[in-house]
């Protein structure tokens, strides 16, 4: 598979990438609109992101959506095959199976991350087609449509957990869902630049509505999203590491036949600089069930075998448009393209396009021949057979479908039932249930439960309202703030104190004693961060928390159930040498985790100083800056005379004899005649970016004149202020 520069662009002119990323697979991220149809992309500006990548790529302009339910057509996008062959074609069939191979399981077994964004409606809690049951290893969003149709919702799923965190830091409800869907995939992306990822986003808008300003200013929403994404990607320098898709559910047309052409044609864009080649347009007839082949084909991965859909490689790799070069021939696809419906129990709608796009309809009761003459879909062969025949692959295995290696059926569901009214659920967050709610007044605040910075505003704005008792804000407060393990005192006050839980020093600990420790920070604060763990701490992590990261460089693991939203301003940190780099990521991968945008500028030592003056600029757009450097330690001294921001200098035990472990680093940044220069001590990466991200919040903060503990309106994020704390002696 060519995967070349483009003709005529030298190497030289690309965008630095990110020099962190050491694996060669590309990361794909899949932008999936309900009910954007072709008409909706035009040419005049109204959805500028979306055009600007459309120039830039490849688009389909004889699209057609996977079904005319947009349900199903996120299914065929998914899974690679058509309606014919999907699991979801009865209307007693609501969930994926566990034999159903999905593009995430395909691309995890190829060693990416993964994660689904929005709306889901392939399979509930408790069965087989549960997003974490079908290759996602992270999932936030609507479990169904129905949860869908409310844009301003109570809560979320957040893997198999209820996500109602939505309260701003002025006490107010900040939950319209596609700017959470936004911040999520944005968030996502940020934290997983550095290691190939699939990113699965799919959008409610524009939606179903044929009002002409409801639906351009959901289209606009939508279009937001989009320049989000790109520029996020752009911002983590991995854009060009990045296969994106864009794509439309359809089924939003005004004909009330839902086999019209107006319903099933969508937009349809592949992007991937460098790699895709930008020729403008292809009319040759697709379906949304050629983007798995697609995908894979372009990632150089294995996929599953026996697709309907096709890969689309032929009309964007490098060559294939070249002058006086023949156009690869595309791969014959069997059959056509094949749609149904079943507008009432019992009926089916089949329509049909050939391999030429020429379109044959039949329609008729289920069973009946004239209905599906030509469907050539009777069995995975291709023979021809009644609607009957199609019908008798609901609820079984399809034989045909052969999993790629590495991925394996699973049978056991999970997550947690819908949740469902209940008396007293403001117990655990000790406040009284608004009025009109339904619940019970007589509710009291558990004295096990941890107080929360969101909690403790949300029960002071109640108190000031006068829904709350003095006694119960009281009681609340007095919540014991520590859990006895025997071995450890873990503080569960730490973040409405510090704006950050307690951070875990994992040196000197069991496995098992930082894994109790873990878990009770997660269910107090929903985030742990867990400094210099060994491969035996970070097995035993993520053997009982699967979706937890180690950083392995960093010596550091990460674990979290919500993203925090990204404060403005960067942090830089630099590192003088490549020997350095262990604790420069630990100071990254503490900052970033805190809410923080991370640049970094590596191996610029004072040995080769026209490697610093370069990236200076990079240096003086920063808010902080932290320098981590061995040997003499020389390059906080020549920063900190070059910039005036403020400056963190950490000393590294890299050096030879004399250098006694870092003690002579230590000192020579202590008596550094740069102004401004802050040290910490040997090695603390950590610490350098805890304080940096104090720092960064003070700026944030004074910039949108808000508290610098709170967020902003997009939600609580920390601000990690003060001294450095950790969970039990080190």
Not at 191 to 211: A, I, K, N, R
Not at 484 to 505: C, M
């Amino acid at each position: 598979m060519a995967r070349g520069v483009t003709a005529g662009q030298p190497p030289a002119t690309r965008p630095p990438g990110n020099l962190h990323r050491r694996s060669p697979l590309p990361n794909v991220v899949i932008l999936v609109a309900e009910g954007w149809v072709a008409s909706d992309l035009a040419t005049n500006g109204a959805s500028p992101n979306v055009e600007r990548l459309a120039a830039e790529g490849v688009r389909w302009t004889r699209a057609y959506a996977g079904a005319p339910s947009a349900r199903v057509s996120r299914e065929a996008l998914l899974t690679g095959h058509h309606s014919g062959h999907g699991r979801l074609r009865g209307t007693n069939v609501s969930s994926l199976a566990n034999e159903d191979v999905t593009v995430a399981e395909v691309f995890r077994a190829a060693g990416h991350r993964t994660a689904a964004v929005g709306v889901w409606d392939l399979g509930g809690n408790r069965t087989p087609g549960h997003p974490l049951r079908q290759g996602f290893s992270d999932w936030f969003g609507f479990l169904d449509a129905r949860e869908a149709r409310e844009l301003h919702p109570k809560a979320f799923w957040r893997n198999g957990e209820v996500f109602d965190n939505l309260i701003d830091t002025r006490g107010q409800l900040a939950n319209y869902a596609p700017d959470w869907f936004a911040r999520f995939a944005t968030n996502y992306i940020q934290v997983h630049e550095d290691h190939p990822f699939l990113l699965y986003v799919s959008h409610p808008l524009p939606g179903g509505s044929d009002d002409p300003g409801i639906r351009s200013g959901h289209l606009a929403v939508w279009d937001r999203l989009v320049g989000a994404v790109v520029r996020e990607l752009e911002q983590s320098r991995v854009r060009r590491e990045t296969i994106l898709v864009v794509a439309g559910t359809g089924a939003a047309g005004r004909s009330s036949d839902p086999l019209a052409e107006s319903r099933l044609r969508v937009p349809l864009l592949f992007s991937w600089p460098g790699r895709i080649v930008p020729a403008g347009t292809q009319d040759r007839p697709v379906a949304l069930w050629d983007v798995l082949p697609t995908v894979v084909e372009l990632a150089g991965i294995p996929g599953p075998r026996s697709l309907d859909g096709v890969s689309l490689g032929f009309g964007m790799l490098p060559g294939t448009n070249a002058p006086g070069v023949a156009p690869k021939a595309p791969p014959p696809r069997a059959g056509g393209l094949y749609w149904e419906t079943t507008p009432v129990a019992g009926w089916r709608v089949p329509r049909l396009r050939d391999a030429a796009g020429h379109q044959r309809t039949g329609r008729g009761s289920q069973g009946s021949p004239a209905a599906c003459r030509g469907a050539l879909l009777g069995d995975r062969r291709g023979s021809p057979g009644p609607c009957g025949a199609l019908g008798s692959m609901e609820g079984r295995r399809d034989p045909g479908r052969r999993l790629p290696r590495g991925v394996r059926p699973r049978g056991r569901p999970v997550g947690h039932p819908r949740p469902r009214p209940r008396q007293c659920r403001d117990r655990r967050r000790g406040a009284s249930p608004p009025p009109g709610s339904g619940r019970s007044a007589a509710c009291t605040p558990s004295l096990n439960h941890p107080m929360t910075p969101p909690d403790a505003l949300t029960l002071l704005e109640r108190f000031r309202q006068g829904q709350v008792p003095a006694n119960q804000v009281l009681h609340a407060f007095q919540a014991a703030p520590v859990v006895d393990l025997g071995f450890a005192a873990v503080d569960q006050h730490r973040a409405l104190r510090k704006g950050f839980p307690e951070v875990i020093f994992g040196a000197g600990k069991t496995p098992e004693q930082v894994v109790a420790i873990a878990a009770e920070i997660l269910a107090a604060d929903g985030r742990v961060l867990t400094t210099r763990v060994t491969r035996d701490h970070a097995s035993a992590l993520q053997k009982r928390f699967p979706e937890a990261i180690h950083h392995e460089t960093a010596r550091c693991l990460t674990l979290e159930k919500s993203p925090l939203p990204r404060r403005p301003g960067v942090i830089a940190v630099v590192a003088a040498g490549t020997t350095d780099l262990p604790v420069a990521e630990e100071a990254v991968v503490t900052a970033e985790f805190m809410g923080n945008t991370v640049r970094r500028v590596y191996d610029v030592g004072v040995a080769g100083l026209h490697r610093l003056l370069r990236r200076l600029p990079d240096l003086q757009s920063a808010n902080v800056v932290i320098v981590v450097a061995g040997m003499e330690a020389a390059l906080p001294s020549v920063v900190g005379g070059l910039i005036g921001k403020p400056l963190i200098g950490v000393p590294t035990s890299v050096g030879y004899g004399s250098h006694f472990g870092g003690l002579t680093a230590l000192l020579g940044m202590l008596n550094s005649c740069a102004s401004g220069l802050t040290v910490v001590n040997i090695d603390n990466g950590f610490g350098a970016g805890y304080a940096a991200s104090g720092i960064n919040a003070l700026v944030a903060a004074a910039s949108a004149d808000v508290p610098a503990a709170g967020g902003g309106p997009a939600g609580p994020v920390p601000a990690a202020t003060g001294e450095v704390s950790q969970a039990g002696p080190p």
